[in-house]
């Protein structure tokens, strides 16, 4: 069985321009959750999506937000982008919503912001 | 609110020697607790978890960890350690009850280094 897939896998942008990350979760599974890892943060959780709908979110200002499709696929964007969005994002999927239920990580996305 | 603190951002053990790498967390209500690992250029790979019952919790690659609720920590330790052994490790928390992904809180992370 495949695994959680990202893409892209590096990507380069310029400060106030707005990027879509994309994440394909695991055959059948129906959640996923988002994180940005950063040196000085470390892993910190951004939102989590189950059945099209937003579960829960962390303590993120509004120009980070996502959205996940009829087939569990899921984007997350942020618009005009700040240096300090420079990280790595990643996404995890799980068979359903709850902590129950074991979290699978994507490599991730690494995001520079020039 | 919850937390994890992780204990040496950087610990180096001998090949074959004990590893133990230490997380204290803070809940408001019994915890979820979690070992993730990180290689290079890869994502997070669940080691253990803790839920309810045993608190001697047995993961992959040989890993354990103990739950101790007077402690509040959830230490992670192998036996003898492995050169691929060498990676980032976090412990993690969430106060979920299972009905809701709350997210994961994690620890900064430790960098496990191995000695040939």
């Known amino acids: 069985k495949a695994g959680v897939t990202q893409t892209p896998r590096y990507l380069i942008k310029t400060r106030g321009q707005q990027v879509t990350l994309s994440c394909s979760p695991i055959s059948g599974h129906r959640s996923v959750s988002w994180y940005q890892q950063t040196p000085g943060q470390g892993l910190q959780f951004l939102f989590e999506y189950f059945s099209e709908t937003q579960r829960n979110k962390g303590n993120f200002p509004g120009r980070f937000s996502g959205r996940q499709f009829s087939n569990s696929r899921s984007e997350m964007n942020v618009s005009t982008l700040e240096l300090g969005d420079s990280a790595l994002y990643l996404c995890?999927?799980?068979?359903?919503?709850?902590?129950?239920?074991?979290?699978?990580f994507g490599p991730g996305t690494r995001l520079t912001v020039t | 609110a919850q937390s994890v603190t992780q204990l040496g951002s950087h610990v180096s053990v001998s090949e074959g020697a004990l590893v133990l790498l230490r997380c204290n967390y803070s809940?408001?209500?019994?915890?979820?607790l979690f070992w993730y690992v990180q290689y290079p250029n890869q994502g997070l790979q669940l080691l253990l978890k803790y839920t309810t019952g045993a608190t001697l919790v047995k993961g992959i690659n040989g890993f354990e960890a103990e739950f101790k609720k007077s402690e509040t920590s959830f230490h992670l330790t192998k036996p003898s350690a492995h050169m691929s052994d060498a990676a980032e490790y976090f412990c993690?928390?969430?106060?979920?009850?299972?009905?809701?992904?709350?997210?994961?809180?994690f620890g900064k992370g430790t960098h496990l280094i191995i000695q040939p």
């Open positions: 809940s408001s209500v019994p915890p979820y």
């Open positions: 995890a999927s799980s068979l359903f919503s709850g902590l129950s239920y074991e979290q699978y």
């Open positions: 993690a928390v969430t106060e979920g009850s299972g009905g809701g992904a709350d997210g994961l809180t």
